[in-house]
Nanobody, 123 residues
Framework: QVQLVESGGGLVQAGGSLRLSCSAS????????VGWFRQAPGKEREFVAT????????YYADSVKGRFTISRDNAKNTVYLQMNSLKPEDTAVYYC????????????????WGQGTQVTVSS
């Protein structure tokens, strides 16, 4: 049974930082690209960042480029999202997802999803 579990969300003031973790089990983790997506109330789910199987390639949404960093540790079956200089508009539920293919910003390409972790940035 495949499971993706996000953690690390919480309440932070604008300008602060959080590090999200996505821990995977039940799959050959190093064969999957992993992406982070987010969904704010009343909005569609949007792409945040993605990382290739080896970690050698990363892609970011323009809205987070330069502030967020995605990384992975295949030995620990974990992907991280370091979020710095957080803004109120970053408030959302953050989801990680695994794709048995290339890293992509397209949500429907992902095979497995976690349950999400809430990030709230106060002004």
């Amino acid at each position: 049974q495949v499971q993706l579990v996000e953690s690390g969300g919480g309440l932070v003031q604008a300008g602060g930082s959080l590090r999200l973790s996505c821990s995977a089990s039940g799959l050959f983790f190093s064969k999957y690209a992993v992406g982070w997506f987010r969904q704010a109330p009343g909005k569609e789910r949007e792409f945040v960042a993605t990382i290739s199987r080896s970690g050698g390639s990363t892609y970011y949404a323009d809205s987070v480029k330069g502030r967020f960093t995605i990384s992975r540790d295949n030995a620990k079956n974990t992907v991280y999202l370091q979020m710095n200089s957080l803004k109120p508009e970053d408030t959302a539920v953050y989801y990680c997802a695994a794709d048995l293919d290339i890293a992509t910003p397209v949500p429907r390409r992902y095979d497995y999803w976690g349950q999400g972790t809430q990030v709230t940035v106060s002004s």
